[in-house]
């Protein structure tokens, strides 16, 4: 049994090597061929994938409606009222600022503990026809003012992922509570978060803390761009579990900062701590 396994892996290597073979030839982005990394283009990455044609836009639920009619004027009054959004230029159309940034989920392939972070994370399925590819990635957008939202996106090729991705994460936006809680600073803005928060998932734990000012994000790279786009500008964190797995990192990050806005608070402390309920004005 033993020689067959080292056989079957043998076979594999050579797969592999007839794939990275394969991958020297250039390709287009569109194009993913079986069992290849896809190159990563600047403008893959870097391309905001904002429509600004919404002239065009045919709203299909009530929110986009109302929103055509100019009866709602502010993405948090969707927001506080927990309707929920199933049309992303909904977003586009409330938030024109919007900013969006993939997140490194995957890994390339590599020898000896693997290779670079990379925004596509690749897995394969054995058929007949042989192995079937199919990539998937997250995003995180924002208006570095409060407002977050995270989202996945899963596809046979790249570019449709990354489509997915941002679609579902204008679809999930939450307000962030902040203010500043940490008993160094007393500042009473709204740099940092106002009390600290801890989410599981999976294995992974993240706690944030509040900092104080001048402090930065000191948090692993991926969650600092969803502080980032939040608008949070000092945290302190600690995360336990495996935190290689990057997915559940991420969302476990999403879910501490969902909890900052469902914990009940007293209204002197708004003041005493500086809380601001998503964007602030005059800024
Ligand atoms: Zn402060």
Redesign the pocket.
């Known amino acids: 049994m033993a020689e067959e396994k080292k056989e079957d892996i043998e076979e594999q290597e050579n797969q592999e090597n007839k794939d990275s073979e394969s991958e020297e030839t250039p390709l287009e982005t569109e194009e993913a061929v079986v069992g290849d990394m896809p190159k990563e283009p600047e403008d893959l990455l870097k391309e905001i994938p904002i429509k600004k044609e919404l002239e065009g836009w045919n709203p299909k639920t009530e929110i986009g409606k109302q929103i055509l009619r100019g009866e709602i004027k502010d993405i948090e009054q969707i927001i506080d009222k927990g309707r929920i959004i199933l049309e992303p230029e909904i977003v586009d159309a409330l938030i024109p600022e919007l900013e969006s940034e993939l997140l490194l989920l995957g890994q390339s392939k590599g020898k000896f503990g693997g290779g670079q972070r990379r925004v596509f994370k690749q897995t394969q399925k054995k058929t007949q026809e042989g192995n079937k590819p199919k990539f998937s990635t997250m995003a995180v957008v924002g208006n570095r003012n409060g407002i977050v939202g995270l989202g996945s996106g899963k596809a046979k090729e790249t570019v449709p992922a990354r489509e997915k991705a941002f679609r579902n994460a204008k679809l999930n936006m939450i307000k962030i509570r902040r203010g500043?809680g940490?008993w160094q600073?007393?500042?009473?803005?709204s740099?940092?978060i106002p009390f600290a928060v801890k989410a599981k998932v999976g294995s992974v734990v993240v706690e944030l803390m509040?900092a104080?000012?001048g402090k930065g994000l000191c948090i692993q790279n991926e969650c600092r761009k969803m502080l980032d786009m939040a608008g949070i500008k000092?945290v302190w964190s600690k995360t336990k579990g495996k935190t290689a797995s990057r997915a559940n990192l991420i969302i476990a990050c999403y879910e501490a900062l969902k909890t900052l806005a469902d914990v009940k608070i007293h209204e002197d402390h708004k003041e005493r701590f500086?809380i601001e309920e998503g964007a602030v004005k005059n800024e």
């Not at 600073?185 to 803005?189: A, P, R, S, V």
């Open positions: 500043c940490s600073c007393n500042c009473k803005t740099h940092s509040p104080p000012k000092d500086g």
